[in-house]
């Protein structure tokens, strides 16, 4: 074992604050299997749209065996690290919305409440993704809505409002982005889709296709708009698949990635209090989280990251004063509360159909309600549906909007310590930053 200068020079300074056991282990380590450097080569970084603290524990208990007296942990359970605060900049108050949210996560910098990467004077503001492409790493998004959505818009582009999509999707033609995995077919016209191809991107809309894809880069667009939910076709995979690949084609640069991971439509299940589609979504953004973790298990020189960008719907466990909540009928449901409507309002046999589809007997008085509900149509049979499971899970909502609770971290790998205990959402990203490359400096 032979030490160069100034390597000895720097574990000299060390020593004078470890004691002599821990110099004969990192010496042990020199000839040892390869250690985790403190500083990543690629980071992950992964949020759960509207993922707030009760998402996760109703999770928890959602996939727990009921045959076992003990509560079987979670993969959030197993990587939780800190805490985060959500608010946007003060004009927009306490609680924020998906682009201030991402905004904060990409930037490092508080902006009102619709911003994508853009202060409150509607500036640019330098995102991650950005830095990184500037630095030589490759870049991607996998989400499951549209890829011009808010969360994945502010890490890669910049507008006063992210209602304006056809603009998101035009600027994304400038980001030179290794990697887009999601939805949006409806954003991307064939004149921009040209213009992606004269720029070298592969364009897909097929899943299928996706296996076809040995490098970047890739505009990859299976939905128009979002990706269907997960509870309508479980065995899909489509966001650990995604997620896969976009490992796959972005870890072919020697220099290092930044990939952003969006289980997206988290949120919008909230939105629509529907307590089924959110577990759905919930396993479909575990199963990636595992992705990525066997991914930083086998590359020790990568860093995942995971949070939320605020908590939707006020999601509560239990409810109306009884101390109980039962997931069972979740575990058994095997279609959306939308697809099941949507059946019952054409079919003749729809309350068989609705009893099979959700794996419960429904009782005269909930067929009553329901029958009700049918005749006023689809939307407002789908929601009597999810106020059914309410009733029948004990779960709670408070708001069909966001709330200002702090959301949860989450994070493995090099400098994930990082991560500990109580943050801001901005402080998220500038650690981030901080662990980016530095600049080559021109040699003298
Ligand atoms: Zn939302």
């Known amino acids: 074992m032979s030490f160069t200068k100034a390597p000895f020079l720097l574990l000299g300074v060390s020593l004078l604050f470890s004691t002599p056991s821990f110099a004969k282990e990192a010496g042990a380590d020199e000839i040892g299997p390869a250690k985790a450097p403190s500083r990543p080569k690629n980071i992950v970084i992964m949020i759960g749209d509207g993922m707030g603290p009760s998402y996760t ?223 759905g979504e919930m396993s479909e953004f575990s199963n990636a989280i595992e992705v990525v973790e066997q991914f930083v298990r086998e590359n020790p020189d990568t860093l995942m990251v995971i949070t939320a960008d605020h908590n939707t719907g006020g999601l509560s466990i239990g409810a109306n004063g009884q101390y109980s909540w039962n997931p069972e009928i979740l575990r058994n449901m095997s279609v959306s509360s939308d697809t099941l409507a949507l059946a019952a309002i054409n079919g003749e046999q729809w309350q068989a159909d609705l009893a099979r589809g959700l794996g419960v007997e429904l009782s005269a008085e909930e067929l009553t309600g329901l029958d009700a509900a049918r005749m006023q149509g689809q939307e407002t049979l789908a929601i009597a549906i999810r106020h059914l499971i309410d009733k029948r899970t004990n779960t709670g909502w408070t708001t069909d909007g966001h709330t200002g609770t702090d959301v949860q971290v989450f994070a493995a790998g090099p400098a994930s310590e990082l991560f500990n205990g109580h943050q801001d959402n901005t402080d998220i990203a500038n650690k981030v930053f901080s662990l980016l490359p530095k600049p080559k400096k021109p040699k003298n």
Not at 93 to 102: K, R
Not at 217 to 237: H, N, T
Not at 249 to 270: K, R
């Open 57 to 279: 524990s109703a999770y928890r208990y959602y996939k727990d065996n009921p045959d076992t007296e003990e509560v079987e942990q979670t993969v959030f359970d197993r990587l939780l690290v800190g805490m985060a605060s959500t608010y946007p900049a003060s004009v927009s108050g306490y609680v924020t919305d998906s682009a201030a949210a991402a905004t904060a996560l990409a930037t490092g910098v508080k902006s009102y409440n619709g911003a994508i990467s853009v202060d409150t004077q509607k500036q640019p503001l330098p995102t991650i993704l950005e830095k990184a492409k500037s630095l030589g790493l490759s870049t991607g998004v996998a989400v499951t809505s549209q890829i011009n959505h808010a969360t994945p818009a502010a890490f890669l582009a910049h507008n006063e409002s992210r209602k304006n999509y056809d603009a998101l999707a035009l600027s994304y033609l400038d980001t030179n982005a290794d990697v887009f995995l999601g939805g949006g077919q409806k954003y991307f016209s064939p004149e921009l889709l040209e213009q992606f191809k004269a720029k070298g991107y592969q364009h897909i809309t097929r899943f299928e296709d996706l296996a076809s894809i040995t490098q970047p880069k890739v505009l990859g667009l299976f939905a128009q708009v979002q990706l269907p939910w997960v509870i309508d076709e479980k065995e899909a995979k489509k966001l650990s698949t995604l997620t896969q690949k976009a490992l796959s084609l972005l870890s072919q640069n020697d220099q290092g990635f930044v990939l952003l991971v969006e289980g997206s439509l988290i949120d919008w299940a909230g939105h629509n209090n529907d307590i089924a589609a959110v577990m």
